[in-house]
Structures are given as structure tokens and as C-alpha cells.
């Protein structure tokens, strides 16, 4: 029998990969620590931490449910005794029962049926003797309706002045008074009301502002074509200084 998927396999396997693991994350920490780096804020130092934690609830769980069966486990095997797991019998599924409401429920919807049936067999036999009288009131009694509902169709329909104003109405637009109607609001400047005329302003202030900083590139009118009349060597433009 397969009993790796035993809760009892399971957690001896849990135990088993994570002190594995453990092992690797000190064997890791030890080598930083050889190579003198610096290890203090390092993220294994929390991970060792953690399964620290980890591998001591493990420990208490394995000690108080099954270390003393692994034991007895252990010294069969020592001695040479022969394993052999039993399978635990299926748990066996119960008819459900219907619950006593339902059971009612279910009785009083027979009997109802029961009673629907014998009242349509007496009212099918009335009804083949009243047949003719009834045909007549019925005829009667539609044309009084029909009238009735003509009657009360031509008083409900609106007419149709009432509708045009109904529509004229509903696509009326409202005036620029109403649309600036706001009520008592505090007077604001020109750049506050519109977003556009404020950001132009903070560029051209931050423009003025950064001309005290940072001097503003001058390119030449027309480039240099030397003397039209030569260099004169003799000629002195110099001024000197008194």
C-alpha cells in the first residue's frame, strides 16, 4: 500500500526538507562570513531567523503526535520484522433521509391535487347543463367591455397641443444667465479663473527670473569677412590708459 500521502509521511518529509534547508541558508552564511563581507543587514540573516521559528513548532508537533510511533517504527525495522499497513476501511455513505418538512410538504401537495381533480369533475358536469344561458351573458357582458375600454382609451390619449408642449419642453436649452447663475462666489484674479492665462504667466515670471542666472545666447548678424581695404600694420585703434 502507498502511504506517501499519510499525514504521519508528510510531516517526517516536511521535517526532513526543512532542516535541509536550514543547513543550506547557514552553510550560505558562513561563507559570506569567509569572505569577510558584511552580513549584518543581509536577507539570510532574517530567512535563518524565520525557519528558526519554523523548525521549533515543527519540532514540539513532531515530539507530542508521533515521535514515540517512529521509534517503535524504527527498532521493527532494527529488528527485522516485516511491515505490513492495513487499509482503513471506507467510510460507508448513509441514504440521506428527507427531513420530516419536506415529507409533509409533499403530503399536503398530493392531497391538494386530489381535491383539484374532483372539483373539475363536478364543475365539468354543471357546466354541460348551463351552457346555453352562459353563452348569451358572455356575449353580452364582452360587448359592454369593448365599449367600456373605447371609452376610457379616447379619454386617456393626450392630445396633441399637449404633446408638442411636452417636447418643446423637454428641448429647451437654459440661457447664459442661468449657466453663469453661480450664487455669491469671491472674485478671483484673471490668472486663477483661466488655467491657460496662469501657466503662461508662471513661464514668463520663471523666463525673468532666470535671465539674473543664466546669460542669454547672442548669435552674430553676419559673419566676419576681415578689412575691405586690407590690414593696415601702421594704423593703431587702441586707446591707452592714462
Not at 460507508?92 to 410538504?105: A, C, D, H
Not at 391535487?113 to 358536469?125: C, L, R, Y
Not at 543664466?214 to 559673419?223: I, L, P, S
Amino acid at each position: 500500500k502507498d502511504v506517501t500521502d499519510h499525514p504521519f509521511v508528510e510531516l517526517l518529509w516536511m521535517r526532513y526538507k526543512m532542516g535541509l534547508s536550514y543547513c543550506n541558508n547557514i552553510g550560505f552564511y558562513l561563507l559570506l562570513k569567509s569572505k569577510k563581507m558584511k552580513v549584518k543587514n543581509h536577507p539570510v540573516v532574517k530567512r535563518m531567523v524565520q525557519m528558526k521559528q519554523l523548525l521549533v513548532e515543527l519540532e514540539q508537533k513532531y515530539e507530542n503526535s508521533i515521535k514515540s510511533q517512529v521509534e517503535e517504527l524504527l527498532g521493527h525495522i532494527a529488528a527485522g520484522d516485516e511491515l505490513v499497513f492495513e487499509e482503513a476501511p471506507l467510510p460507508v455513505e448513509k441514504p440521506k433521509q428527507k427531513k420530516k418538512k419536506l415529507l409533509m410538504l409533499e403530503d399536503m401537495e398530493e392531497g391538494d391535487h386530489v381535491e383539484d381533480e374532483d372539483e373539475i369533475g363536478d364543475s365539468e358536469e354543471s357546466s354541460s347543463e348551463e351552457d346555453e344561458p352562459s353563452a348569451k351573458k358572455v356575449r353580452l357582458d364582452e360587448s359592454d367591455s369593448e365599449e367600456e375600454q373605447e371609452q376610457g382609451d379616447e379619454e386617456m390619449a393626450p392630445e396633441e397641443g399637449d404633446e408638442e408642449a411636452e417636447e418643446g419642453d423637454s428641448k429647451r436649452k437654459i440661457t447664459y444667465q442661468m449657466a453663469k447663475n453661480k450664487g455669491l462666489t469671491a472674485r478671483k484674479k484673471k490668472d486663477q479663473r483661466n488655467i491657460r492665462v496662469k501657466n503662461r504667466r508662471k513661464f514668463q515670471k520663471a523666463l525673468v527670473r532666470r535671465k539674473g542666472t543664466v546669460r542669454a545666447v547672442r548669435t552674430e548678424t553676419t559673419r566676419y569677412a576681415g578689412e575691405a581695404t586690407g590690414i593696415k600694420a601702421f594704423i593703431k585703434r587702441s586707446i591707452k590708459i592714462k
